[in-house]
């Protein structure tokens, strides 16, 4: 046992997160039990996105900005192509906006399958990785490796590939299958359905920390729908803007010794994005199936409350897109054009949609030619960084008695509950930096 | 008009279209598929036909070099287009098939090649036009002409029912009639379609045809109907014939005779080497053999896919390619197609379907490329004396299987005997022969390693029961191989080729010149030769080698160099500290010595150029070039000659060679690119 | 894990995660493959750890900080082949589309907050620093792809990857050429095929994500686009992709546009 005067002062190292999508590190100095400060760091190289996309085409832009993230691709091309559309004033059939939900569908069942399996069960049940973890649960990694894989054949059926699809064109789709192409998936996300509703089952078991926090929830909201590509822009405590008016209720300032850009409230508080608020604020929408499996499982307020309890979040969300997923493709009938004509206007671009891992906002200055002469991306990591400093800050109290490893696993555990996706945090500095004098 | 259909037109009315495609799929209780025209990505494409309404109807083609597009014309013609951009090779010759399992558990029993065995379905191939029926003769002639035959190519073609149309809408890019193919339709079809404005005449081909017509129930077409489908065939042939009245395939046939051609540079600055007139090609042939597996799993297969001689690993071999530039490969495309195909096959290898001008993204035309090269070579560059191959007729020739055309065998199982290590990176394995493979001298075999490859070996002894092979580890099959010890299994394909000719040589004397490891396919002419001395007259051998340690058999040559009755001699690039012997190139070794032309046979194998200089100096010895024999190398990927891989002008290595006179290799040898 | 496995690692530099993520992505094999092969660093999958020295490392991303420089070459001391996955570590990525910005505009951007940026002024493949065995191209790698690169170390196999135009792959498939047919423009004929023709079969044109092909012939393309009615700059923009810092797009894109990139300027310099 350690006596707590050997912790009057503490410095937490984790050079190198694992079990998170990019490179980023955490860094942790407390005193006499309080934490003086909590800094996530990305050291992902700079990529200058907001600068490649400068002096390209639409289609370009969107081909372009899914290389931002190799976990969420269509994110990226979601927010950019409806950023694209609102601007040039162009409508696109009803089939092809129920293929881009059914895309988004595939997306995160993807992402969250990876998250939940493969990235965030590990700490629940003390394993290094998945890997280690199936040679205990073979059936339960099994599980969620099929599921993971379906997402991927929705996305692969829609766009030719999983990773950075290349179907998404401003104003529907370069192609839309034929309705016999979609035979073979419709059988198996029977199973998606099945194995989701598990996961559910399953993930309400696992022991989380007891940890909560009161915070500012934000996502779209729609009046109709479960938030995707459409509705405004909503927080639990006020916030209320259309979807492509991000800048009026949030901004982004440049923090030291990261790479990345914070954003805040116009009030300067921190927020979270995210399936948790997504579940919240839209439990309503949710598809009647994945409704009466939260409302079953009584983790509606624990996932507000507690970050850890994210994973029943996702789970939620798994069983919300592959039920969505059966609904679009039973109603499938091909439309009659993969894509309507349009033409560039000039003017401001800008979009919000959800991606997995929250609001994604994007906006893009085009000239009459349909170039972009200057863009801003905001994914929802940025959004959350903030939040999730000041959660560790609030986190590790509660663990004074604990051991260097065991306080190091804990905030671990606590940062990885918010899926960070680093590689997607670090695009912005070229806009901060043209914009110094 | 064939004489099947003579006398037998019947009319099948617009609207009755559809009764035929329901009687093709369940004519006679058998359910057949129906592969035909349909619009798809902007084309006609063949594709599965489920009713009348799938057909292109009131669709037009618009096509010239690098452009293809459908127009609505809306009226009610189902067959008004020229052909697409499939092929029916795809249903015959699928781009990629399994055509063998394997098995590597350890020990011989679990070492396993397994040829899959064909099973192809009852189709109906419906709209094949002239030149594509021409195709099918062509491909007939390539994967069941010969000593081999592609089991699964004879089956489906044998399962297909051809429902064949006559041209009546050319494209701008058709000259079916400079080769002979069409428009019109001879022979080869089950039902000949011709269209005409309220219908079809139909004729049955064979019997199988005629029983469609039976239970079609049609009328005979009256003598107007009749005549207007006639004409308009005849027309369309007019059409064709006036519009390419410059393409000549006769004089085509020389275009091999032109290598170093200007235009052929000029040709290769367009060339994207794509391989996409090659895919388009319906009589292109050329395939790989891929080793296939998953991670550490003992089985997997070995599956052919569509190859094309633009790709880069076409003609390599370990240490290059034989054609490196795009140039090369061009001129081996072309020259194939309207020339080496003759000697190889009989007839040309185009149909004049004009695919190939039309899905080439640059617009190569290669009636322009013929025009430019078969007709404005100079007579200086002529390679040959003029002196061409026979006429062979163009005309339609059935052919079915060969009499004795036995399908690929699949590797047998032997095992190693006894590993002897020769140099650094070359093993010999002596191997227990599985029953039933036998071997001569110069002939090779296919080594297969399961999941890793069957590269071609040589054989380098031949003793009942056993033989050797000598490998080199310049790949990871090779080195596999070398890597196996005594009691591992390999298989053993073959043995393959036309093998050297001892025999023929008895009297004679003989003089053997290897360069590295050329000596290897050379030692049983040694062996057979020095068992059997009295039957021949001086023997002498001349080896060379880069440097003393990449001498093989060195304890063996010294055994032959003890010999009064032969002449034995070796001579390194580069010598080493324990090197007493000559330095320098092989053919200082025998250069000096006059040869009597009419009784002195000589076999040689090494380097390309080793032998090239050897030739050299036994022919300004006094020998002729046919007493010459070389043993070539070329890729070699499936043995016997159907892959296309290995060919050297109009030779196919694997099975016209390896062993050839110098007479034979004369116009090749040493020509860059060939 | 078999005991005396090959161990392997899986490292990133600048990139997007997405070809380490096609690891994982091989969901029906991925335990045998942790079966065949020892993982011993994957940071994105496991909090497992070893600085090597590693049987097989797979590098994601392009070099672009001066640490990265340094990190490669231990790297390479570590791994005993050394396998570039992706465009980013095979060609520089798409973030090497600011090799040709302006030199001088973009210093005084990046020393404006020299404090808080480290960046090289390129992003370039890991070829340019250290000795590569092999590489998988692909923006992001074809898993396919990698699971035969995998096999193929598994049992000694040459991988059966090769340098094809994707024309070859788009016509085996059965797809309609989108060029010639429609008149889109496609750079499957300069392009490695490996990706299976998905931009064709999807009806639009590939934009060379798989990277050139070693012998691409890029005066005959460019010149067809450019007769078909392109500008040199809708041209360039076809090749200022993902590979575009690869030869023989690098000069394709530098022809076109009037400028090299970074590495030509300091050269003449």
């Not at chain 3, 095979?90 to 480290?118: C, F, K, M, S």
Request: contains cysteine; aromatic residues 6%; proline residues 6%.
């Amino acid at each position: 046992m350690h006596s707590s005067d050997e912790y009057a002062e503490r410095d937490i190292d984790i050079s190198m997160l694992t079990r998170v999508e990019g490179e980023g590190s955490l860094r942790l100095r407390m005193r006499d039990g309080v934490v003086e400060s909590a800094r996530l760091s990305i050291f992902e190289a700079p990529r200058y996105f907001e600068k490649l996309v400068e002096g390209r085409k639409p289609d370009e832009v969107i081909d372009i900005v899914a290389r931002i993230c190799g976990i969420c691709p269509v994110a990226y091309q979601m927010s950019a192509v409806h950023a694209f559309e609102d601007c040039f004033g162009v409508e696109v059939e009803d089939g092809v906006r129920a293929l881009r939900r059914l895309m988004y569908c595939g997306e995160w069942i993807e992402s969250h399958a990876l998250h939940v399996y493969l990235l965030h069960a590990p700490d629940f049940l003390g394993y290094a990785s998945a890997v280690e973890m199936a040679e205990d649960h073979a059936d339960i990694v099994g599980r969620g490796l099929q599921l993971k894989r379906l997402g991927n054949d929705i996305l692969a059926l829609l766009g030719g590939r999983a990773i950075h699809p290349v179907s998404v064109r401003v104003g529907g789709f370069s192609r839309v299958p034929r309705r016999g192409e979609l035979d073979a998936l419709r059988h198996m996300l029977d199973h998606a359905v099945e194995w989701s509703a598990e996961t559910l089952d399953w993930v309400s078991t696992l022991d989380a920390p007891a940890f909560e926090r009161d915070v500012e929830l934000v996502s779209l909201v729609h009046p109709h729908e479960y938030p995707m590509n459409h509705g405004r822009i909503v927080s639990t405590r006020g916030i209320d803007v259309a979807t492509g008016a991000w800048r009026d209720a949030f901004e982004e300032s440049q923090v030291p010794d990261t790479n990345a850009l914070h954003a805040r409230t116009r009030s300067g508080t921190t927020y979270l994005v995210g399936p948790a608020a997504r579940v919240t604020q839209c439990a309503d929408r949710l598809h009647p199936r994945a409704g009466a499996a939260l409302r079953q499982s009584g983790l509606g307020g624990a996932i507000a409350a507690n970050p850890y309890w994210s994973i029943a979040a996702r789970a939620v969300e798994l069983l919300h897109a592959s039920s969505e997923a059966v609904d679009i493709l039973d109603a499938y009938t091909r439309p009659d054009v993969a894509s309507v004509a349009w033409e560039p206007r000039a003017g401001v671009a800008a979009w919000s949609t959800e991606a997995p891992r929250g609001l994604l906002f994007h906006r893009y200055e085009v000239d009459a030619s349909g170039f972009v002469r200057a863009a801003q991306i905001v994914p929802p990591t940025s959004q959350n960084q903030g939040r999730i400093e000041d959660d560790l800050v609030a986190f590790t109290p509660t663990m004074r008695d604990a051991s260097d490893a065991e306080l190091t696993h804990g905030l671990e555990q606590l940062v990885r509950s918010y899926d960070p996706c680093i590689s997607c945090a670090t695009h912005f500095l070229d806009v901060e930096i043209e914009e110094v004098p | 008009m064939s004489e099947a259909g003579q006398g037998h037109r019947y009319f099948l009315a617009r609207h009755r279209l559809a009764d035929l495609i329901d009687v093709l799929r369940g004519a006679g209780g058998r359910a057949r598929t129906v592969i035909g025209p349909t619009v798809e990505q902007g084309a006609i494409v063949y594709a599965e036909i489920d009713t009348a309404a799938d057909l292109p109807v009131g669709w037009r083609d618009e096509q010239a070099p690098g452009h293809y597009r459908l127009r609505r014309e809306g009226d009610e013609r189902a067959f008004a287009y020229a052909v697409g951009p499939t092929a029916w090779k795809r249903h015959l010759f699928p781009p990629a098939r399994v055509r063998m399992e394997v098995a590597a558990e350890p020990g011989a029993d679990g070492t396993r090649f397994e040829p899959t065995q064909p099973a192809a379905s009852a189709t109906v191939l419906l709209g094949a036009r002239g030149c594509e029926l021409a195709a099918m003769r062509v491909q007939d002639r390539v994967f069941r002409g010969g000593p081999y035959v592609d089991d699964h190519y004879a089956d489906a073609r044998d399962a297909a029912f051809v429902v064949a149309v006559q041209c009546t809408h050319p494209a701008s890019t058709c000259f079916c009639t400079s080769m002979r193919s069409g428009p019109g339709v001879e022979a080869g079809y089950d039902l000949r379609l011709t269209e005409i404005a309220d219908g079809f005449v139909v004729e049955a081909g064979t019997d199988a045809g005629g029983e469609v017509l039976v239970s079609l129930r049609l009328d005979p077409a009256d003598e107007e109907r009749a005549g207007e489908a006639h004409a308009a065939v005849a027309a369309c042939a007019e059409t064709v014939t006036h519009r390419n009245r410059g393409v000549d395939p006769i004089r085509a046939r020389d275009l091999d005779m032109y290598p170093e051609h200007p235009r052929w540079d000029e040709v290769a600055a367009r060339c994207l080497a794509c391989t996409n007139c090659t895919m388009v090609c319906p009589t292109c042939f050329c395939s790989r053999d891929v080793q296939q597996s998953v991670l550490a799993r003992p089985d997997g297969t070995v599956e052919r896919q569509w190859d094309s001689c633009f790709t880069a690993e076409f003609a390599a071999v370990a240490g290059g390619s034989f054609r490196s530039r795009i140039r090369d490969r061009y001129r081996q495309w072309l020259t194939h197609k309207f020339s080496t195909w003759w000697p190889q096959f009989g007839t040309p290898g185009c149909v004049g379907c004009g695919r190939c001008i039309v899905w080439c993204p640059v617009e190569i035309d290669v009636r322009e490329e013929i025009a430019a090269i078969g007709t404005s070579a100079p007579e200086s560059d002529a390679q040959d004396g003029g002196e061409r191959r026979g006429d062979v007729d163009l005309g339609p020739q059935a052919l079915t299987t060969s009499p004795g055309g036995v399908p690929e065998p699949p590797p047998r199982t032997g095992t190693v005997e006894r590993v002897t290590t020769e140099t650094s990176d070359t093993v010999t394995l002596r191997v227990r022969t599985p029953p039933g493979l036998e071997a001569q001298p110069g002939q090779f075999v296919l080594a297969a390693v399961p999941r890793v490859g069957a590269p071609p070996i040589s054989v380098s002894r031949l003793e009942p029961g056993t033989l050797e092979l000598t490998v080199r580890s310049v790949g990871p099959a090779t080195a596999a191989l070398c890597r196996l010890g005594p009691g591992d299994p390999l298989g053993l394909a073959g043995a393959y080729g036309r093998g050297w000719p001892i025999e023929a040589a008895r009297g004679n004397d003989v003089i053997v010149v290897a360069g590295g490891i050329g000596l290897a396919p050379l030692r049983p002419v040694i062996d057979a030769v020095l068992a059997d001395r009295d039957s021949y007259g001086d023997v002498s051998v001349y080896v060379g080698a880069r440097t003393p340690d990449d001498m093989i058999y060195s304890a063996e040559i010294g055994t032959w160099e003890q010999r009064r009755d032969v002449t034995a001699a070796r001579i390194v690039d580069r010598a080493g500290p324990d090197w007493l012997g000559p330095v320098g190139v092989v053919t200082q070794l025998f250069a000096d010595t006059a040869r009597e032309a009419a009784s002195t046979v000589a076999f040689v194998c090494g380097p390309e150029r080793m032998m090239q200089a050897s030739v050299d100096a036994l022919v300004d010895s006094g020998m002729r070039a046919e007493s010459i024999w070389l043993t070539t190398e070329r890729h070699m990927e499936c043995g016997v000659g159907l892959c296309g891989h290995c060919q050297l002008g109009p030779y196919f290595v694997c099975r016209d060679g390896p062993v050839f006179t110098a007479a034979e290799l004369g116009p090749y040898l040493g020509v860059e690119g060939i | 894990m078999t005991r005396g496995a090959p161990t392997v690692g899986v490292v990133k530099f600048a990139s997007c995660d997405g070809c380490q993520l096609s690891l994982l992505d091989l969901e029906d094999h991925l335990l045998e493959i942790t079966g065949t092969f020892d993982i011993v660093e994957f940071a994105e999958a496991t909090s497992r750890r070893s600085p090597g020295p590693y049987d097989v490392l797979l590098v994601e991303g392009s070099v672009s900080t001066e640490e990265q420089a340094a990190e490669i070459l231990e790297l390479r001391a570590q791994a005993r082949t050394l396998v570039t996955i992706g465009a980013c570590a095979t060609a520089g990525g798409i973030q090497a589309l600011r090799n040709w910005a302006d030199h001088d505009e973009y210093r005084r951007a990046v020393y404006a907050h020299p404090e808080y940026v480290a960046s090289l002024a390129t992003s370039t493949p890991v070829s340019s620093h250290v000795r590569v065995d092999a590489e998988l191209h692909g923006c992001p790698i074809d898993r396919g792809e990698l699971l035969e690169l995998l096999s193929a170390l598994a049992v000694g196999r040459r991988p059966q990857i090769r340098e094809d135009a994707v024309c070859l792959a788009c016509k085996r498939r059965g797809v309609v050429c989108v060029t010639v047919a429609r008149g889109i423009p496609c750079l499957g004929p300069v392009t490695n095929a490996g990706c299976g023709a998905i931009c064709p079969a999807m009806d639009r044109g590939c934009y060379g994500c798989f990277g050139p092909r070693p012998e691409a012939n890029m005066p005959s393309l460019t010149g067809s686009f450019l007769a078909s009615g392109g500008t040199r700059a809708d041209v360039a923009r076809l090749f200022e992709g993902f590979t575009a810092y690869a030869e023989p797009f690098r000069t394709t894109v530098s022809d076109l546009r009037g400028r090299g990139p970074e590495e030509d300027a300091d050269a003449q310099q």
